[in-house]
């Protein structure tokens, strides 16, 4: 018989995957807006506005792309540690204490020693 399926997420919170997605969705949105910066002017350092205002936005997208990720990540560690605290107040079913004696059963039911072997 094999065991049930054990979840390797806790339940997710809708919070952190709608800021990161509204992040991600102004990183990608704000540079295809082409009348915000299809201006010549404020030339910067001799080059016009609508070039540094694209290279700008290279660096503001990585940062909220990071944002997103370190906010994924935080959730994600979350959810794992909510399976690993349920996890550890309930015990798995074993055979017959096999896996805490140093023994392992086989398929037959029969027991090896797991010290005799090495």
């Given amino acids: 018989m094999s065991e049930p399926d054990m979840p390797t997420r806790g339940p997710a919170r809708p919070v952190p995957y709608v800021i ?3 992040l ?4 990608i949105i704000m540079p295809l807006i082409v ?3 299809a201006f010549a002017e404020p ?5 016009p506005f609508f070039y540094w205002y694209q290279l700008l936005w290279v660096f503001i ?7 997103a990720y ?7 560690r979350r959810r794992r540690e909510a399976v690993r605290g349920a996890g550890a107040a309930t015990t ?4 017959a204490g096999s ?7 086989d398929a037959s039911g029969t027991a090896d020693d797991e010290e005799g072997d090495r």
């Fill in 20 to 22: 990161a997605g509204i």
């Fill in 70 to 76: 370190l906010i994924m990540r935080k959730e994600d």
């Fill in 99 to 105: 896996r805490r004696s140093g023994t392992v059963a």
């Fill in 24 to 27: 991600i969705a102004i990183a």
């Fill in 43 to 47: 030339s910067l350092w001799g080059m």
């Fill in 61 to 67: 997208a990585s940062g909220l792309l990071g944002i």
């Fill in 35 to 37: 009348p915000l910066y």
């Fill in 92 to 95: 798995l079913p074993t055979d």
